[in-house]
């Protein structure tokens, strides 16, 4: 259940409301509606005793739309995108190449936004929960999640080939490896391995710190990899990491 939402506020603006920042009054002294602007059904406020209060579709004749993102499981981790920027533009700036000093004062900010109720959109794992909440119908940008975000829902898409291009990729399983050959091949489908390549030791070495494979057996691990690929035979595509922020270990935050 969403646990945020959206009203009309005083100065006739939509603005987002958190349910724990609620109480009882407030079910029926305001309207509150689906915070999908392509949905924007009339929401009911539940008020829980442990303060988990949330926003469901109960009202007669309000639904959501078909596919609606805030029925999804991961709704309330969605952050939307940026609207004034274009998102092959987000997906390069993960992938710029890795400044020491500018990377410092980036992710002290990031953890200050982390606070912030309506933080923008920043990292991998944002693009995880937009694209897990959305239909892979939907877009992202301009482009259909589909053929950018390929999870379990696109695998019988992806059986003879993929295209080339800028794409998030959810591996099934990570190949064994030396970490002295600084690389990893991962498995999609059984038909399809992508080789990441470093850009140096340092990313690598930051990218194989995220991966705890203590009691783990590597094909139980699932990376989420953001590359510009390319192929490199038939049945394998390739990417070189610039940045550790294209590269994220999901195996504790994925359900499906
Ligand atoms: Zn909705």
Redesign the pocket.
């Known amino acids: 259940m969403v646990n945020f939402a959206h009203i009309i506020n005083d100065e006739n603006q939509k603005e987002i409301v958190r349910g724990r920042e609620l109480t009882d009054r407030d079910r029926i002294s305001k309207e509150y509606f ?3 602007e392509n ?3 009339k929401l009911a406020l539940n008020i829980k005793s442990n303060g988990e209060n949330y926003f469901s ?1 109960s009202y007669d004749d309000f639904d ?2 078909k596919y ?4 999804s499981k991961y709704a309330n981790q969605v952050i939307l995108p940026p609207k004034d920027k274009n998102i092959n533009d987000f997906l390069n700036s993960l992938s710029k190449s890795e400044s020491r000093k500018s990377e410092k004062s980036k992710s002290e900010k990031n953890d200050m936004d982390d606070n912030v109720t309506h933080r923008r959109m920043s990292t991998l794992k944002d693009i995880f929960y937009y694209c897990k909440s959305h239909n892979k119908e939907n877009n992202f940008g301009d482009t259909k999640i589909k053929y950018m975000f390929l999870d379990s829902r696109t695998k019988n898409m992806y059986t003879k080939f993929i295209y080339e291009g800028t794409k998030v990729v959810i591996g099934d399983s990570i190949l064994p490896f030396n970490p002295k050959d600084e690389m990893f091949k991962i498995k999609y489908n059984n038909k399809f391995y992508f080789k990441i390549n470093f850009i140096n030791s340092s990313v690598f070495n930051k990218c194989y710190k995220k991966l705890n494979l203590k009691g783990r057996n590597l094909k139980d691990v699932n990376v989420m990899v953001l590359g510009d690929w390319k192929r490199s035979g038939n049945n394998t595509l390739v990417t070189c990491i610039k940045n550790s922020k294209q590269f994220l270990d999901i195996s504790s935050f994925i359900s499906d």
Not at 68 to 71: S, V
Request: proline share 8%.
């Open positions: 689906c915070p999908n949905c924007e059904t579709a959501h739309i609606c993102w805030a029925k």
